[in-house]
């Protein structure tokens, strides 16, 4: 039986163009601009732009658009090249739109002496007036005809350094009536005088992106330039830049949804303003859509190239719920994280028939899902650490936990019955007493009986001190970008997006900890070593809890 396998449309595109011979291999280049953080929205493209480089056998180059000196930075490259690498993803080289300024620089002299680019005069507000509207054509510049020879000696004047920054810029000369805006005289080149992190000041005039990215493509040898679905309205400027400049292999645009998702931020001037007021700790807070905030708070690789698959490649912009990614992540750590045990709102359980200079070592599975990663010891005395939420003194009927009368299940130890608790003089709970039963060591009682309710524990004599930040999303609504100008973004952050427990304690095995050690802590969720962790106090971000409820608290 034939095997039938599907194929999303730039797989489909991309067959075409080979079965046709338009190109015989596959090239692709990942864009970024240097001015700041990948986010999980970049990882979309990331997958897309290596992963059809990969699967075509081809080659794909991180190409850095230092087109806009004044807004670009090399902590951005480095941070960029560090997140590709963490994704898994390895280019084929490092190039840089500066890479091939001569080139750009030398198409644009071309359009002049072609008599399709032309200097013009016009103010930055004046060319949006003539530019006109998605309804009303636009009306040519005063300037557009002036002559071949007028244009070449004003853009050399241009680079030479003679006019200020605005006072002239070169447009192509296209159709101030079309009805795409971006045929509409587009501007390809500005006086800017800024200082390059590569060129240093040797240019006084730098390329427009829509200008720069069809020649850098083209000259690098991308075959097929996948791009965002915003840059769908570009392609015919795409076409035209490389038709008009004469390239006998032109690069081929393709465009896909982008990746939004609810209860998060992506745009880089929200985020900025999230940092610099200080509402999150910095780009790599992990409750950030950044991917060094999601590598922070403990995200995989793996879990987030599983979610881009999972969404698909997109010709339609849609919405994709976080839970989706949440799942993710909870189904590759179930696999691989190993247990432990933590309380983080501790209050003590004393076991007053239970011998007080005895320590028992109970063996458990350091991850069930995984019987290979082995067993480990935990330490079992007179005295634990159990949550508070684990006693109530007064408890309803479906309450299956520590309460007055009633009996439990230690996980993996012994079945115990809560028989009182102590107070302080506020009334606040210090200590529940209860009594065991040697019997069910192992957690199972052999005259049959069955307990309702497990709970966990960690030895008060053993316990290691931690602080865990208790992470959720950071906003309360799905889209907190709303454009509607009702509400600033601001008005919808969740004030409980990060809980900082400072008194948590944890079973003896965790020790030694490096930055990013992942563990389930039992019925919590998923837990990783913050940065912030020192041997003497360890701190934990949480990932994620073990079951989504997120919408089940915010209906």
């Not at 004003?154 to 070169?170: C, Q």
């Not at 179930?334 to 501790?346: C, Y």
């Not at 004599?461 to 950071?474: K, N, P, Q, S």
Request: hydrophobic fraction near 35%; charge should be negative.
């Amino acid at each position: 039986m034939e095997e039938i396998f599907s194929r999303n449309f730039i797989e489909e595109a991309i067959d075409k163009d080979l079965e046709e011979k338009v190109y015989d291999h596959v090239q692709t280049r990942f864009p970024p601009e240097p001015n700041g953080y990948l986010h999980i929205g970049h990882a979309k493209a990331i997958s897309i732009d290596f992963g059809m480089a990969e699967k075509y056998n081809g080659k794909c180059n991180l190409r850095l658009d230092d087109t806009n000196p004044t807004k670009e930075d090399t902590e951005y490259v480095d941070a960029i090249m560090e997140d590709i690498k963490w994704l898994g993803f390895k280019w084929d080289k490092v190039l840089y739109a500066s890479d091939y300024f001569d080139d750009i620089y030398a198409a644009a002299v071309k359009l002049i002496k072609k008599g399709k680019a032309y200097v013009d005069d016009l103010s930055p507000e004046e060319i949006r007036e003539y530019r006109g509207t998605l309804k009303t054509p636009g009306k040519n510049s005063p300037y557009r005809e002036r002559t071949i020879e007028e244009n070449f000696d004003l853009f050399e004047r241009m680079t030479n350094g003679e006019f200020a920054d605005g006072a002239k810029v070169l447009r192509a000369k296209i159709d101030m009536a079309s009805p795409n805006l971006n045929m509409r005289d587009p501007i390809i080149y500005r006086i800017l005088r800024a200082h390059h992190h590569r060129t240093g000041d040797k240019w006084v005039v730098y390329p427009m992106y829509d200008f720069a990215h069809p020649i850098s493509d083209t000259v690098e040898g991308v075959t097929h330039s996948l791009c965002s679905l915003e840059f769908e309205d570009h392609r015919p400027l795409y076409d035209w830049v490389l038709k008009e400049v004469g390239y006998e292999s032109p690069s081929r645009q393709i465009e896909f949804a982008r990746m939004n998702l609810n209860y998060t931020l992506t745009s880089k001037r929200r985020c900025l303003k999230l940092v610099r007021e200080n509402i999150v700790s910095g780009w790599d807070d992990p409750r950030m859509s950044t991917l060094c905030g999601m590598r922070r708070r403990g995200y995989t690789p793996e879990a987030i190239r599983d979610f881009c698959e999972r969404i698909g490649v997109s010709k339609a912009n849609s919405v994709v719920d976080f839970a989706l990614l949440e799942a993710c992540i909870r189904e590759d750590l179930n696999k691989k994280a190993p247990r432990a045990m933590a309380v983080l709102r501790p209050i003590k359980l004393i076991i007053d028939n239970y011998p007080e200079d005895k320590v028992e070592q109970i063996e458990v599975e350091v991850n069930p899902e995984n019987p290979e990663m082995g067993k480990r010891t935990v330490e079992f005395s007179r005295e634990l650490y159990i949550e508070e939420d684990d006693f109530m003194e007064d408890a309803p009927k479906k309450y299956f936990r520590l309460s007055p009368g009633r009996e439990v299940r230690l996980k993996s130890a012994y079945y115990v019955t809560c028989t009182s608790c102590e107070k302080d003089e506020n009334g606040n709970i210090i200590a529940v007493h209860c009594t065991y039963d040697p019997e069910t060591r192992g957690g199972d009682s052999p005259d049959g009986r069955k307990v309702k309710g497990t709970i966990h524990f960690v030895s008060a004599a053993h316990a290691i001190d931690a602080e865990v930040r208790l992470y959720d999303r950071l906003f309360t609504v799905e889209n907190p970008s709303d454009e509607t100008g009702v509400n600033d973004f601001t008005d919808n952050l969740n004030k409980d997006s990060m809980i900082v427990l400072k008194n948590a304690k944890l079973e003896s095995n965790l020790t030694n900890l490096s930055v990013g050690d992942k563990f389930q802590f039992l019925r919590l969720g998923y837990f990783c070593v913050d940065k912030d962790s020192t041997p003497e106090k360890p701190v934990f971000n949480r990932t994620v809890a073990l079951k989504d409820s997120w919408k089940k608290i915010n209906k």
